[in-house]
């Protein structure tokens, strides 16, 4: 309350706007934040807005992150219904069950009437019992000068907005709101169709046992009772020991595009199977079950053929150019690096790709030398925007980056402004961009650092 006064007293007949007045000033201590509310018949001007901040920080001793919420007046009423929600939010938030209120509630001004109105009756009648109305009708007497009744009615026709996760209310809102589920036809499922691959050629065919042929089951459709399956697909993951009894035990993972499986074999020494490798599309003949040791579906190879990778290829009578793609250096994104996606793009015939990672650059060298002559590299990047409209730096003049100024850093106990003490203050003095002078001191902080402190920073108690 003093320091309202105190800013309405510095402000008094400065002003531009009449009939201007400061309702009430909050301080948001997590994020070191003022803001102020205004009433005013018109919009404040930017000299005003500026005015106001300039005493503010004369007031504190010192420039801090404001807000200036100004509130219209019209008439019997108020002129923006938004900043109107703003202002009462404080009343609504002090009911744990009632601070969602106004996001679906609608607000209409009446001759000397308020009334909110909500599709939810539990909540309207809450409000009710505990005398809301009378609180927001206090609080515009007191602020604005205006004597209204205020009532809250159920409406059900208001469409209820998208539900946040965290809301008190929300198990109550979703009850009101219930609809019975529409009864929708089962979607059939897509027949599981595994991946056509092409028989290898050469005489190493034979990765284990003999030759064979017949075509493959999907591995979806694969079930216990089977008395032999052919399948054919790519492996993604090998394992291979050796047993006490001398043979050895091969684990392949195999997946054809409709489901994995495990394929095992059990080989007398390792010369009977051929090197398998992550990566190679192959086709497995076995009895499938239920392994005793993985409690898994399993197929007992007895042969074991190498297939050639299938290849896509780009058909189309015009090339297009990929204008979005991730290497990866897009950190949690791209899967591919920028060497076989561009020789992909070359085998495609492209003309050209953009390369576009998440905010770096770093592919761009190998992407030059992968690029060659063959195909033409788009040097792009997805950028991160940020707001500025808010200035980086709020001084009072306007400084040239020739002048005389100081660059200044602290460490602390900890990360907060509040419970945290200073332990060492470090400036540079610059002048036509050059460093000039430099201070570095020491201050105790009158309780031992922090083993975190004292790593992060090097500083110890001594």
Not at 55 to 74: M, P, Y
Not at 204 to 211: F, S
Not at 404 to 422: A, C, L, P, R, W
Request: hydrophobic share 40%; with cysteine.
């Amino acid at each position: 309350m003093e320091f309202r006064r105190v800013l309405e007293d510095k402000l008094q007949d400065k002003i531009q706007e009449e009939n201007f007045k400061i309702l009430k000033v909050e301080y948001f201590k997590k994020h070191c934040k003022l803001r102020i509310y205004c009433v005013a018949d018109n919009p404040l001007c930017i000299e005003d807005e500026h005015l106001i901040s300039a005493c503010t920080d004369e007031i504190l001793g010192g420039q801090i992150h404001k807000d200036i919420a100004v509130l219209q007046r019209k008439g019997d009423s108020l002129e923006s219904d938004h900043d109107m929600r703003e202002f009462l939010a404080d009343i609504f938030c002090k009911d744990p069950i009632a601070k969602n209120f106004l996001r679906d509630a609608t607000m209409e001004w009446t001759e000397h009437e308020l009334r909110f109105a909500h599709f939810n009756v539990i909540l309207v009648n809450h409000l009710i019992r505990n005398k809301t109305g009378q609180l927001i009708a206090e609080f515009l007497k007191e602020a604005f000068a205006l004597s209204v009744r205020v009532d809250f009615v159920h409406d059900g026709s208001i469409e209820p907005k998208q539900l946040a996760a965290d809301d008190v209310f929300a198990p109550v809102l979703r009850e009101e709101t219930y609809c019975p589920p529409v009864e929708r036809p089962k979607a059939q499922p897509a027949k599981a169709k595994p991946v056509n691959l092409a028989p290898a050629s050469g005489d190493d065919r034979v990765l284990y046992g003999k030759m064979f042929k017949g075509p493959p089951t999907a591995i979806a459709d694969i079930s216990e009772g089977m008395r032999s399956v052919v399948v054919a697909g790519q492996i993604f993951k090998v394992e291979e020991r050796e047993l006490r009894n001398g043979k050895t035990l091969v684990t392949l993972y195999i997946n054809d595009e409709t489901s994995s499986i495990m394929g095992k074999i059990f080989a007398k020494s390792k010369e009977d199977i051929k090197v398998f490798v992550p990566g190679m599309h192959a086709m497995l003949k076995g009895t499938p079950g239920v392994d005793l040791y993985t409690k898994e579906m399993t197929i007992m190879v007895n042969h074991a053929l190498r297939m050639e990778s299938p290849k896509v290829k780009d058909k189309a009578a015009e090339k297009r150019v990929e204008l979005h793609a991730h290497t990866t250096m897009s950190t949690m994104d791209g899967i591919v690096s920028v060497k076989k996606l561009i020789s992909q793009a070359i085998d495609w015939g492209h003309e050209a790709i953009a390369i576009t990672d998440h905010g770096v650059v770093q592919a761009f060298p190998e992407a030059m030398d992968a690029a060659g002559d063959k195909i033409k590299v788009l040097y792009g990047v997805e950028a991160y925007v940020v707001d500025d409209i808010s200035g980086i730096c709020n001084a009072q003049e306007p400084i040239a980056f020739n002048d005389e100024f100081v660059v200044f850093d602290i460490e602390t106990t900890g990360f907060s402004h509040v419970n945290d003490n200073i332990i060492e203050i470090g400036a540079v003095k610059i002048k036509d961009q050059f460093v000039v002078e430099r201070y570095s001191a020491f201050v105790d902080p009158k309780r031992p650092l922090p083993a975190k402190i004292i790593e992060l920073t090097g500083i110890t108690d001594s």
